[in-house]
Structures are given as C-alpha cells and as structure tokens.
C-alpha cells in the first residue's frame, strides 16, 4: 500500500492508522515493513497476509469502516496492489 498524504490530512491520517493497524493481527496479517518519507507526506506499507479471504475480511471489518470518515478527511490518496513473494 502506498499513500501520498497532503501536508493539512497528516494528523487524520495518523488517527486512523492508530485504529485500523491493529486490527491486522485479528485477520491474521503481520506488518512486514512500514516506512514514511522524512516529510510525512508518503507512507509504503508492506503487508503480508494468509489468504486472500483474510484480506477480504481485513476490508470488510466494521471496526474498520467504523473509522473510514478519517482516511477520507485526511485526503490521502492509496494505491494498493497485490503482490507475491518471489523468494
């Protein structure tokens, strides 16, 4: 996941990864690297999950929609793609 965040959305954005990154535990997922540009503005996740119905369920928790209104105000752009391990 790759999320181009405006300078105003930092805080918003912050708030809602506070809530919603735990939860991937509970769906089975690990954090494999979170990184973020020295200015805050771009942040790259690499996510790892079970199964792709783990990450349906991930999505789909209202736990997490239940937060949604912040990724929204923050104004933050996201591009996810799915990708495999060439190991």
Not at 14 to 28: D, F, M, R
């Amino acid at each position: 996941m790759t999320a181009k965040i405006p300078e105003e959305g930092i805080e918003k954005f912050n708030e809602y990864e506070s809530h919603v990154l735990p939860l991937l535990h509970e769906h089975g997922a690990k954090m494999e690297r979170r990184l973020q540009s020295p200015d805050r503005l771009i942040e790259i996740h690499i996510i790892w999950f079970p199964s792709s119905q783990s990450f349906e369920n991930y999505c789909t928790d209202p736990r997490r929609n239940e937060h949604i209104y912040l990724l929204v105000e923050s104004g933050a752009e996201i591009e996810l793609r799915v990708m495999k391990d060439l190991k």
